[in-house]
């Protein structure tokens, strides 16, 4: 995208999913976007990650959505 450097960094909470294949990748390319981002690694799954380690995702996103008080 052409326009995409005139975009501002998001302010809001951002959670990246990755397997083997994107977990570096987000680790780099979300905190040029994102100010506030967490970055999860499932690294025992490929592209069908939601497939493979449905558990795994889901256990993330609730984390990420509802963390404990602390």
Do not use: C, W
Request: no cysteine.
């Amino acid at each position: 995208m052409a326009d995409a450097s005139t975009y501002g960094r998001l302010a809001v909470p951002v959670l990246g999913i990755g397997s083997h294949l994107s977990y570096s990748y987000l680790q780099m390319s979300l905190p040029y976007v994102a100010e506030n981002v967490q970055v999860v690694g499932i690294l025992d799954s490929g592209h069908y990650m939601f497939e493979e380690k449905s558990v795994r995702v889901l256990a993330a996103v609730l984390a990420f959505l509802a963390p404990p008080a602390g």
